[in-house]
């Protein structure tokens, strides 16, 4: 299988995506994020390895990209995971990728991508960096492998000196980070963000019973939200509509508030987006 594919999430209607390209250094991953959907289709996802001839492969494949194309890193397994660390597949990728006239496009929730700035500053690149929370006791219970607020606030601030970002605003989880998002878009602005990208939580049955496992005192309200009144998608089910879009809504308005590009991503609702759903549009 090639590493380089294009874009396809799984056929979604929904999804709102430009046409771009798709890359990850490694398969699964370590942040063990409770939300995450990839679980549910990536064998032994919590047990990130890196991918075989990562490198000479990738040098192989840049060349058959059509100049111009959007390479997005990485979708599903973090770029920057811990794994990134001692491998720095990512950091010898990204010294392979500009040797070539391709523009990319960064999704992270780890401080680690400002690591990298030297290399991404010259690059045709936008990055797109994940903070669900400000609280990090909470953080660390949502997603315990990954860098806490305070440091992805670091990075951006770091990365946007040279480099557009966009903060991710994803998962919005009714009852657990609903009720913070002007604190944590105020914070993403205050840090050099340019636009805000939201999405809400998708059940799926795997993660759901991790949430649940974690937060037993919001089992009883997600049950009735997703099993009971829920929006079947797919293998996903989401907060249906009306609740979808008034979460939507008021995150919009909270980033035109602060002067910020906002788009939400695969809820359907893609006519209240100023932005590329993705942060590309930052280029």
Known sequence: MPLITPFDPWQNCLCSCPEKYSLAPYVGCGHHC???????YIPEFFRPRPKKDFLPR???????????????????????QPLEKQHKQMRE??????????????????DLI????????????TAAITVTTLDPELSARLEPGAPGPEQRLKAIERLSRKTPVALRLDPLIFGINTDSIEKIIAAGAGAGARQVIVSTY?????????MCDKFPEYKSLWIKMYKLNG???????YLDKNR????????????????????SCREGLSGLNSALCDGSGLL
Not at 34 to 40: G, N, T, V
Not at 114 to 125: E, G, S, T, V, W
Not at 202 to 210: G, Q, S, T, V
């Open 244 to 263: 979808r879009r008034q979460i939507i809504l008021n995150a919009k308005a909270v980033s035109q508030k602060y002067k910020l590009l906002f788009a």
């Open 231 to 237: 929006d079947k998608k797919g293998p996903d089910t």
């Open 34 to 40: 409770l939300y995450c959907y990839a679980s549910s």
């Open 114 to 125: 400002a690591r990298d700035r030297d290399i991404i500053k010259d690059l045709p690149a």
């Open 58 to 80: 990738l040098a192989k494949e840049i060349i058959k990209i059509k100049p111009g194309a959007l390479l997005a890193i990485a979708n599903s397994c973090d770029c920057y």
């Open 93 to 110: 990728a990204l010294k392979i990728i500009a040797r070539h006239p391709v523009k990319v496009n960064i999704v992270t929730k780890s």
């Open 202 to 210: 998708k059940m799926r049955r795997d993660n759901f019973i991790r």
